[in-house]
């Protein structure tokens, strides 16, 4: 983003220098692995399973975000701190912050490549369709779409005063978009001359927009107020539980107000979430009457209160002056920014948020480099054990006669045929394989959700939704638990047939066929106890009145189906990817034990066509198996370096603190 030349730069952002620093950890990462992928393919060590396992590590180091989510109710100044944070670069106000002017629908900001930068509205309306978010993302025909200059940043500021408009509709209309209730009337507009009320004109507003920290994988969620945030399902139970952290902004001069405390107890209070509470607006405590220290008394008495009501550690709770912050960062005035308060936010998002999401990373890529290291290891030492025994062969037949060369030829072919006989034991066992597995993807599968989903509506029969919901609710979840269950337990039993037929196949035909542990479901039970956690505090009492709105239960049912559908998938695809490894070794040492033959079968017939040739083969037989040797020595040195690549510290904060430290005590 450009920035006026006239202007001096500000203080470097802790979270901007992270960023960096992870951005470059994540491109030399993807190099080592893409180079360990082509030293695998060359030595044909790298089966379909693993290519797979490798292809989606680097898809997550290219794609990988990290999501901050801002909640806030109205004139919290969530969006001003926004602009403090991230787009001060741009030498104004990017989103909204004026009096008057605040963000009415929740904003994504963020960067696709693959997309024109652009702003897309989702209208109001499209809630009366049942919909949610998930499913209209990829219908542009549901969204406007207004292009935006990147050259130009005073495009991105005029287009985003759309996020700000609001209509007029009746009272009926307003209740059949969520937004009104008889019942709970303090989170009602209010009603205008006219009878009528206003409602935000956007659902949803996407921002595509090349910013470096967006293109550096960054994505802000800006939220608006509590009605916004409650009416929008999607946004409590999709977009801020899967954020890698929330800042909730509060008001230094109210504290934690009603609706404050409604919407961090309501959609906030979980302990999963990563929470950095904001005291904002400490500028409006400043009295010219009171000495400094008293004004400081009183935000730290703030500061305390607002820790104990929300329940965390006084340490998350930071207060700070967006509006002094955005100002110092535009003019570069780095004491002011640092009498605003707001580097310690920043200092703390930066130190524990992005470590946090490396170290997922981190553990991701040693998993994998350490399977590719395992499986390759596997496969070079059976091809090695397959040369020692070619070896041991050649150097016997020194000093035999031209028969006896003739009759081990004959023996190779001999003990061909009869390896083929474990052919039909492979394709019986490969059949039994994929029976089970069928078996146990039944339990996982899309019909049988839906099959569970029905029975919950069947529960319910002609009653609305929201009047038996939590106990038909809690029935489909004992169910869906029961399926995990039956999917595991069918699971253990395919590992077990598996385990004994490889022990078999060992003995009889030499193979070296190895089973890796059957994948855990407990991940899996762990969502769904998300999802009931998330999920039932919209069949309580408080939430009916929006359940009852044309549209909303049709879109809660079907982003509910839509999220357990994933987590079905997801554990079917865990044990597929299982069985799919256990099979490709059968079908890679079969292939590998084919070639064996051939080999030794036409060293002997070398060997009988020429004198003198005997010698020659047993010295490229030891020549390939130093090869192989060498082969594997190189591939753990990779193997280590893709490893210490992964684990090196990317974290830069220290030097960024020790240079914050510097710069407040030269102020």
């Not at 360990?36 to 290519?51: F, K, V």
């Not at 110092?328 to 470590?355: H, M, Y």
């Not at 044990?575 to 070794?585: D, I, T």
Request: glycine share 4%; charged share 25%.
């Amino acid at each position: 983003m450009l920035r006026p030349t006239s202007l001096p730069m500000p203080m470097p952002s802790p979270i901007a220098a992270s960023l960096d620093a992870l951005a470059s950890w994540r491109t030399e990462l993807d190099h080592q692995l893409a180079q360990l992928g082509r030293s695998l393919i060359e030595h044909e060590l790298l089966d379909d399973t693993d290519a797979a396992v490798l292809a989606a590590l680097r898809e997550r180091l290219s794609s990988d975000k990290l999501v901050l989510a801002f909640v806030a109710e109205f004139s919290r100044g969530k969006s001003e701190l926004i602009n403090a944070i991230f787009f001060a670069d741009a030498g104004r106000r990017v989103l909204p912050a004026t009096p008057g002017r605040t963000t009415m629908c929740p904003v994504e900001l963020r960067f696709d490549a693959h997309l024109p930068a652009r702003l897309a509205l989702l209208p109001i309306e499209t809630r009366l369709r049942g919909l949610s978010l998930a499913e209209m993302r990829p219908r542009e025909e549901h969204w406007q779409q207004v292009r935006l200059d990147p050259g130009n940043p005073l495009t991105l500021v005029q287009a985003l005063t759309a996020v700000t408009r609001t209509q007029r509709v009746s009272v009926e209309q307003a209740a059949a978009l969520g937004l009104w209730s008889e019942t709970q009337p303090e989170d009602n507009p209010p009603r205008l001359p006219d009878g009528s009320v206003e409602v935000p004109a956007w659902r949803h507003a996407v921002i595509n927009y090349p910013h470096p920290l967006l293109e550096r994988g960054l994505v802000v969620i800006d939220t608006p107020g509590l009605n916004a945030v409650g009416a929008e399902p999607e946004l409590t139970l999709g977009l801020l539980p899967s954020a890698h952290a929330v800042v909730f902004v509060l008001a230094a001069d109210t504290g934690v107000t009603k609706s404050d405390l409604a919407i961090w107890t309501d959609h906030l209070g979980q302990g999963s979430l990563e929470r950095f509470v904001v005291l904002n607006k400490i500028d409006s405590l400043i009295d010219p009457l009171l000495p400094a220290a008293t004004v400081q008394e009183q935000i730290e008495h703030q500061r305390q209160v607002a820790a104990q009501m929300l329940d965390i550690p006084p340490a998350r709770v930071f207060p700070l002056s967006a509006r002094d912050a955005l100002a110092a960062r535009v003019d570069g005035n780095t004491p002011a920014l640092l009498a605003s308060r707001l580097p310690p936010l920043e200092q703390a998002l930066a130190e524990q948020l992005l470590p946090r999401q490396r170290e997922l990373l981190v553990q991701s890529a040693v998993a994998v480099v350490q399977q590719l290291r395992v499986s390759a290891g596997k496969r070079l030492a059976n091809r090695r054990r397959q040369q020692a025994e070619q070896l041991l062969e050649l150097r016997g037949l020194r000093g035999k006669s031209g028969t006896k060369l003739r009759m081990m030829v004959d023996r190779i072919d001999v003990e061909m045929n009869e390896f083929e006989l474990c052919t039909s034991r492979l394709a019986a066992l490969r059949a039994v394989q994929l029976r089970l597995l069928r078996t146990v993807l039944a339990q996982l599968s899309s019909e049988s959700l839906r099959t569970e989903v029905a029975a919950m509506h069947s529960a319910l029969g002609a009653r609305p939704f929201r009047l038996g919901g939590r106990a038909a609710f809690d029935t489909l979840l004992e169910r869906l638990r029961a399926a995990l269950g039956r999917a595991e337990s069918q699971a253990d039993e395919m590992c077990q047939m598996l385990q004994a037929s490889f022990r078999q196949l060992n003995t009889e035909f030499g193979f070296s066929f190895s089973l890796s542990p059957l994948p855990e479901l407990t991940p899996f039970r762990k969502e769904l106890d998300l999802i009931e956690h998330n999920y039932s505090r919209y069949l309580g009492f408080s939430q009916a009145w929006r359940l009852a709105a044309p549209g909303f239960a049709e879109q809660f049912r079907r982003m509910l189906v839509s999220k357990l559908r994933v987590v079905f998938e997801n554990a079917a695809g865990e044990l597929e990817l299982w069985s799919k490894g256990a099979s490709n070794q059968v079908e890679v040492q079969l292939r590998e034990r084919r070639r064996a033959f051939a080999r030794r079968r036409e060293a002997l017939q070398r060997v009988q066509a020429a004198a003198g040739e005997l010698e020659q083969r047993i010295a490229e037989v030891q020549g390939q198996d130093e090869h192989l040797a060498q082969t594997g020595a190189r591939l753990d040195a990779q193997a280590a370096e893709v490893v210490a690549a992964a684990q090196q510290a990317v974290d830069e904060t220290p030097t960024l603190r020790l240079d914050l430290e510097t710069r407040r005590d030269a102020a």
